[in-house]
């Protein structure tokens, strides 16, 4: 339900209850005079939806966007689109930020916008959003509207125990581009233990919360010379990563994957894992190291640290710890301390030490274990293989036909994949009244954004992300092999009543459940749905944006479009899935 005020402010806020009085505000919203926005909190990013009433729809031209940081510094919220200067397919990074303008000039014709601050400081952002119209009976002379303004902290703890982050995960952006002038992100030929100081800026820019968190249990693993790490490692080859294990050495415990993707390169030259093998041996010692392989890999990508006053605490997720994992490719980490969660890790990092033979069937890969605890989100956690894959697989499943709102995703594959959940994304299009939207990308390369309820989703040719993109980063798109979108994470419903995200390391597909050594955790915690429903928001504008750009001609560039191409109509057209898109995102969650 939309809340609205004429000539009026007033701001909607929901807070967890079990956040024990602290101001969590994961929505706000504010109306005045016809014009509504509404702030969905993020991991380090906003979702900003507006909204306006009937009586501005006949000359609206789009929306200005500009925020105060915590710091108080007032910016402008630039487009990449004009008036005036065409964008084709042919149009570089470098021509596009030279054309893009302050929203106030150039005004955002959508009504959604993701803000994803290059730093993220503790405290309250500010957003102010003005619908801006076409002045008297111009065709492209606008002036500034109805405003209204909430404020939202970015970084706030939501849990005392519990901890989610991000990369940033843009192979190619403008923003990389601007700070870092598209340099590379590692040496050719590349080695497990190559220097990384003049790397070691831009990996902090691109692995951004998701590297602070892995960073930071290894470096409290360093510090604490009682503490013991215990490690499964799908690809490892982040070179600090590896020199911080090897500081550890016998108080390492390490699982590696000993499929035959970590054997050779397609050229036969060894991968930098084969280094890294060897390197952990001396350092911790054969008895400290082992290879896995469960049915087929040991996929997962955990730590768990034991400290010297034996207090636990858990890493997981969908990152590699390697190059690529935190820099190059879309991934989420996430942190559990305490009891119950490290117990349940732990317990399957023991199993798997002695043997893998069986897991399949034993107790640990049988059923959902909660996650419960203070401090932590609501949660729980399932463990593959599983002899029967519908132990995890069904209950996402079930979500996905429960969902009453929405649907969004960032798969890394589903074209190839089978399964219950593979089976419902794929048949999401067939969903009227349910908002369904993500972005997947085949083993091949290409990237998609998906819109079931919308006939436009193209492939976009990876050849054309890597000719559109400046050397020497054009090089890094396909960065010796893989794939950029990474994540496997779904979620139902993410402001409404019912909210709920699933993921993890698993690929959500049945051939990896019954074979792959995974975990994937079901977040019933609005603020944590929120956050991986924010990140696959962005993920959508950002491919969705070259998709388009791709098919874009002289004959027909994009460009803003003047009041009488009316741009807005489809927002307010019931059969139009921009229509669902807007009365979706500028809901505001109802209060528990």
Do not use: C, P, T
């Given at each position: 339900m939309l809340v609205r005020a004429r000539r009026a402010c007033r701001a909607i806020e929901w807070a967890q209850p079990h956040d024990r009085g602290r101001a969590l505000v994961v929505t706000p919203s504010s109306s005045n005079d016809g014009l509504t926005l509404t702030a969905h909190r993020g991991e380090g990013a906003a979702l900003l939806a507006f909204d306006v009433e009937e009586s501005l729809h006949e000359d609206l031209a789009g929306f200005a966007l500009r925020y105060r940081s915590p710091e108080g510094e007032e910016r402008p919220i630039y487009n990449r689109l004009t008036f005036v200067e065409p964008v084709t397919a042919e149009t570089t990074p470098t021509e596009r930020r030279a054309i893009s303008s302050p929203s106030d000039e150039a005004p955002l014709q959508k009504f959604h916008w993701v803000h994803f601050p290059s730093r993220v400081p503790k405290g309250t952002f500010t957003y102010t959003a003005t619908a801006m119209r076409f002045k008297g009976g111009s065709n492209d002379q606008i002036e500034s509207g109805p405003e209204t303004s909430v404020d939202i902290d970015l970084k706030q703890d939501t849990h005392d125990n519990f901890e989610l982050g991000f990369t940033r995960g843009y192979v190619s952006s403008q923003a990389y581009a601007e700070l870092f002038d598209n340099a590379a992100l590692y040496p050719k030929p590349q080695t497990y233990d190559f220097p990384s100081a003049e790397y070691v800026?831009?990996?902090?820019?691109?692995?951004?919360?998701?590297?602070?968190?892995?960073?930071?249990?290894?470096?409290?693993?360093?510090?604490?010379?009682?503490?013991?790490?215990?490690?499964?490692?799908?690809?490892?080859?982040e070179p600090d990563l590896i020199r911080g294990l090897e500081q550890l050495r016998t108080r390492l415990r390490i699982v590696l994957d000993d499929s035959t993707s970590h054997v050779h390169h397609a050229d036969k030259t060894d991968p930098p894992e084969v280094g890294t093998k060897e390197a952990l041996l001396r350092s911790a010692g054969s008895e400290n190291v082992r290879t896995r392989k469960f049915g087929a890999l040991a996929h997962d990508k955990i730590f768990i640290l034991t400290r010297g006053d034996g207090s636990r605490k858990v890493l997981s997720g969908s990152a590699n710890f390697s190059v690529r994992g935190l820099y190059a490719q879309s991934n989420s980490v996430f942190v559990f301390q305490g009891d119950p969660p490290a117990a349940r890790y732990a317990a399957v990092f023991d199993a798997a030490w002695k043997t893998t033979s069986g897991f399949g069937s034993s107790d640990l890969a049988k059923e959902w274990f909660e996650l419960t605890g203070d401090g932590l989100p609501a949660s729980s956690v399932s463990f593959a293989p599983h002899s029967d894959p519908g132990v995890s697989l069904d209950r996402v499943a079930a979500a996905i036909d429960g969902a009453k709102s929405s649907v969004l995703f960032a798969i890394m594959d589903i074209g190839n994949a089978s399964g219950p959940v593979m089976d419902r994304v794929k048949n999401l299009r067939d969903r009227e009244g349910l908002y369904t939207f993500g972005t997947t990308e085949n083993l091949t390369g290409d990237l998609k954004a998906t819109a079931p309820t919308d006939p436009d989703s193209p492939f976009i040719p990876s050849d054309y992300l890597r000719s559109k993109v400046p050397e020497p980063f054009r090089a890094e798109y396909s960065g010796g092999g893989g794939i950029s979108i990474h994540h496997k994470f779904v979620v139902c419903d993410f402001n409404g009543e019912r909210p709920?995200?699933?993921?993890?390391?698993?690929?959500?597909?049945?051939?990896?459940e019954s074979r792959n050594g995974d975990n994937l955790v079901e977040f019933t915690d609005p603020v944590v749905v929120s956050s991986y429903a924010v990140e696959a928001i962005k993920l959508i504008d950002h491919y969705r944006f070259r998709a388009i750009q791709h098919q874009a001609t002289k004959q027909e560039p994009m460009r803003l479009k003047k009041r009488s191409e009316r741009w807005a109509n489809d927002y307010f057209d019931p059969a139009s899935p921009r229509h669902l898109e807007r009365e979706l995102f500028v809901r505001s969650r109802p209060s528990d």
């Open positions: 800026d831009r990996w902090r820019w691109l692995g951004f919360r998701a590297r602070e968190l892995v960073f930071g249990i290894l470096d409290e693993a360093i510090k604490d010379s009682d503490a013991q790490l215990d490690v499964f490692a799908f690809d490892l080859d709920v995200a699933y993921a993890g390391s698993s690929n959500l597909a049945q051939g990896g």
